[in-house]
């Protein structure tokens, strides 16, 4: 019994460290840009986007289509970024376990 509660007390503070880890990453922030840096996504560690910037350049409202696919591919690879991060900062508490729905 007494391996039993030593085990729920790790897993408790392990709660919190995760917990904690998660909090922090809402304060990173990642970038990512396409078309040569004419459009440029910022989000953050919990998948929020903050903030997304456009040259005047690329704004031709003959050509809708192209910014659209700028903004999509900005928008994807920040978001592909912020899956490393989290990776990065989480996968410590998870290796080996296989919990889906986790992160």
């Known amino acids: 019994m007494k391996n039993m509660g030593n085990m729920m007390k790790q897993m408790q503070k392990m709660q919190k460290q995760m917990a904690e880890a998660q909090e922090k990453l809402k ?9 040569g840096g004419a459009v440029k996504v910022v989000a953050s560690g919990d998948k929020r986007i ?23 591919a900005a928008t994807n ?3 592909q970024q912020v899956d490393k991060l989290v990776e990065e900062d989480l996968g410590k ?5 296989n ?3 986790l992160m």
């Open 27 to 35: 304060e990173k922030t990642v970038e990512a840009t396409a078309g």
């Open 50 to 72: 903050l903030e997304v910037i456009m040259d005047e350049e690329v704004v031709d409202p003959e050509d809708v289509e192209m910014l659209q696919d700028l903004v999509l």
């Open 77 to 79: 690879d920040a978001l």
């Open 93 to 97: 508490f998870t290796k080996g376990m």
């Open 99 to 101: 919990i889906p729905g």
